[in-house]
């Protein structure tokens, strides 16, 4: 009733067609279902799977798999979700971190831990100073506000940092991706946690929170990494 009376007073508009919506999100039905899912992924790295691959892994990862354990996406890298996530990291639009981030709770609550204790504590991954100064907002943490509101698992905010201003990932080629990101982070202190995740708005090779993941189990401690991320190319 409550609820119903809300909406009826604050109805929400769909961030992507701005028509009223009969949820309780800032998308409509329509929209949220003709978003690009993933689907058909390698359980460890999130990439595409041959369709003659009969494992859950991709052959890559059984090869010489990444420092992190499994990673979970929502969506392919297409639009319209290039448009919503390009609009929270550069347009300061935090309206639009609230709804990826209440599709990432909807995930992590309903789909990705069925069959599998959750993690201990998520980290969301850390931006450099400068950069934080600058953007004002770390995307990755406003993420996870939605997620917090209903359930009590920590944030670890200065469980690391980036210590070297990387380069932005976006403007380097993939050979270079993986050299600039050596030695990017250091962890502050060991974590009291084995099993945690590591939350990110786009994963694109992945180097990034391979590197982290590396210092984490390296030097904090943590046995097993999970990725939540909005988008994997
Ligand atoms: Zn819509
Ligand atoms: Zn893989």
Redesign the pocket.
């Known amino acids: 009733m409550l609820k119903s009376l809300k909406q009826w007073f604050f109805p929400h508009i769909c961030c992507l067609c701005e028509h009223y919506t009969t949820n309780d999100q800032d998308l409509c039905s329509v929209c949220k279902a003709s978003l690009p899912w993933i689907e058909n992924?390698?359980?460890?790295?999130?990439?595409q799977?041959k369709s003659n691959e009969n494992s859950i892994?991709?052959?890559?990862?059984?090869e010489s798999?990444?420092k992190f354990d499994r990673?979970c996406a929502l969506f392919s890298y297409e639009p319209p979700v290039t448009k919503l996530v390009t609009r929270l990291k550069f347009g300061e639009q935090l309206a639009y971190g609230r709804v990826l981030g209440e599709l990432l709770a909807e995930a992590v609550n309903h789909l990705w831990y069925y069959e599998k204790s959750l993690p201990e504590a998520v980290l969301p991954i850390p931006l450099h100073a400068n950069r934080l100064r600058k953007r004002g907002f770390n995307q990755a943490l406003e993420l996870l506000w939605p997620l917090k509101k209903g359930r009590q698992i920590p944030i670890l905010l200065n469980a690391c940092s980036r210590l070297y201003k990387t380069k932005s990932q976006s403007q380097l080629k993939k050979e270079y991706r993986k050299r600039n990101m050596r030695k990017a982070f250091g962890v502050n202190k060991p974590l009291p946690f084995r099993h945690i995740a590591i939350v990110d708005d786009v994963v694109t090779t992945g180097s990034t929170v391979n590197a982290l993941s590396e210092v984490l189990k390296n030097q904090g401690g943590v046995t097993e990494i999970d990725v939540w991320c909005i988008c994997r190319t």
């Open positions: 992924r390698c359980y460890r790295c999130g990439l799977l892994y991709c052959q890559p990862c059984i798999p990444p990673l």
